[in-house]
Each structure stands twice: as structure tokens, then as C-alpha cells.
């Protein structure tokens, strides 16, 4: 039976290792004990979420037949299929998959929001505020989920009609897949009264300042800043061929790790690992036919009380919204999402995205 390594078991990993585990040798290389919802994190910092529907142990969410190990790795070699973890220890495969999700770059002692222990701190910020002046926002480069710093504006602002909230864009001018969500983002922003700058590129905070590349200063009381990302390989995210995403024969990076051209988020992951899944099944079986990965990514966001539906692939995007039901879908995600996991929700999952996309 053909053995498959896959190195992390957040979003992409495990939803690979779930839908390969009934037919080849699979083992996870994962440190952590727990696997966080990272989308739910919006809802968790004004208080709609609790910890515990965030969160699951790790070992929990394959299925039986999946190998874990709790190590880190430490280093990959692409030609052997190999990864070497933190004591040392070998491990190679006939396929190997880097699914390790993004590491954030530190930035004045910032690194974005995507841990719990980063989450509970805006938390503490946003129930007991210094101030009621709000800045959030990015540093250039690629972040998980662009969505996020809005929807984070908007259910701030929502839950604190009082607070003054600036959203800072590091680009004046967005990606053209990412214009009709930085459009919609826009309107609803001034909608509820929440300023936006576009085209702040941080290049310093200074006290209770946050000051751009042209000089200009933004006060704050609270600032929430998201940093890029990287992969834990290096200091780049991992180069593949953005259809196939192969890094070499039999060696794949899915997930925030790889440096495809699409929005970091965890649809695209969980697209990308089907894309591998059926690659790795079909080369094993003997089919010559090729998956291809065509870009796909579709979110439901929040968009103040209501809801957006964001849907793109590599040629094009759309937004339809805003609609509360948009809001429904997002806000009922944090219970189905564990259920994605296992391939459950692909019955919904992908008609709805061939109907986005038509």
C-alpha cells in the first residue's frame, strides 16, 4: 500500500488525510494538540462565540485509519520525499504533502489574530477598551483571509455603535479578483459610519500612532493588525504549479503554505486538498486523467447584520449580497465546519459552487 506523509493537520491536512485514509498508508505530522476554527475568531473577539465551538483536540478529527504524530518538522527534502522532524527522525513516503498552513511575520511584536491566544487579547481590548478609537487593518503582503479585518470592523462597530473604527488597506488599488469584495467591503463600511483608508502601508507605530510610508499618523486606542505570512520552511511561501500544486513529482504544498494566486482562506484549502486527493487516488489506481485546480474559493462573510457570498476562481470573482442569509450561513459554519472535515459537506458544497460559478 502506497504511504503518504502529510505534514499538518490544520484545514488542508486534515481534510486530505481524511479522504485518502480508506485507501493508502496515511500519516500527519502535527505538534499541536488542538485545531482551532480560525473564521469563527470574529465572532469569539465581540463575544458571539465561545472557546469551546472553536476548538477540538487534533487526534479527534482523522479518521481511524490515520497515522498522527505529535512532532514538529524540521526540514523537507523534495527529492527523497522525506521530512526530518525536530529530533531527527525520518519520515518518507511515496507522496508527501505540505499542508503546515502560514506562519505570520512578527511586526513590532504583532502577529496577526489567528491563535486563541491572540484572539483573547482583542477580546480583553474590545470589552474593556483604553479608548474607544479603534484602528484594524494589514501589513502588505499575503494574510490569511482578507475578509477578516473587515468583517472584524464591522461586528465591532456593530456591537459598539459608540466606538470610532478605521479600517487602514495597505493597497489603494486591489487585485482585480479581489476588487468586487474590496467594493462591497467599501460600501458597507461607510454605511455604518466606519472610516477607511486606502493605500496605509505601516511603517512604524509610534505610541498610540500608527504611521504610514508618506508620513501620515493615525491615532488609535486600540490597534488590530494583521501581518503576513510565510511559509516555516523559509522565508517565502512554498512555489508550486498553481493547477496541479506540485512542488516536485509526488510532493504537493496545500493550503495558506503554497504561493497561489488566490486568497488565503479555508475553502481554498479544502478545494486543494480534494484537487490532491483525487490526484494522488487516480495516479495510484492508474488513471492517467489529471484534477486540476482552477483557483476555487467561496466564502460566506459578514457585512454588518447582514452577509455576503464571495465566490472566485483563477479568471474571475463575483459577491452576491448583502443578504441575511449570507449572515446565516457564516455564523452556522463554526458547528458545520468540523463536519467539512471529513468530506461531509461536499454534497452542499460543490453544487453550490458550480452555481456561483455559472
Known sequence: MEKVIIVGGGNAGTVLSNLLSPYLDVTVIEPRDYHVYQPGIVDYVVGRESEEHMIRKTEELFNRGVKTVK????????????????RGVKYEGDYLVLATGGVNREFRGIKGYHELSQARQ???????????????????????????????????????RDFNVTVIVPAKNPPPLQQPMSNAFSRLAKELGINVKKGFVVSEIEGNGVISEEGEKLPFDQLILDTPITSPFGDNLIHVDKETLKVYDGVYAIGDVNDVPIPKTGSAAHFQAEVVARDILGEVNGNVEKRR?????????????????????????????????F??????????????????????????ASYLES
Open 71 to 86: 512532532t514538529t518538522a524540521h526540514k523537507v527534502l523534495v527529492e527523497d520525499r522525506t521530512v526530518i522532524d525536530e
Open 122 to 160: 482583542i477580546r480583553e481590548m474590545v470589552n474593556n477598551p483604553k479608548g474607544k478609537n479603534f484602528v484594524i487593518g494589514s501589513l502588505p503582503g499575503v494574510i490569511k483571509c482578507p475578509a477578516a479585518p473587515w468583517e472584524m470592523a464591522f461586528l465591532i462597530k456593530g456591537a459598539h
Open 293 to 325: 485546480y482552477a483557483g476555487e474559493a467561496m466564502c460566506a462573510v459578514y457585512a454588518g447584520n447582514s452577509g455576503l457570498m464571495i465566490w472566485m476562481n483563477y479568471a474571475k470573482s463575483k459577491v452576491l449580497g448583502p443578504s441575511p442569509v
Open 327 to 352: 449572515h446565516s450561513i457564516k455564523k452556522a459554519f463554526t458547528s458545520l465546519y468540523w463536519q467539512s472535515l471529513y468530506g461531509k459537506m461536499d454534497p452542499l458544497l460543490y453544487p453550490m
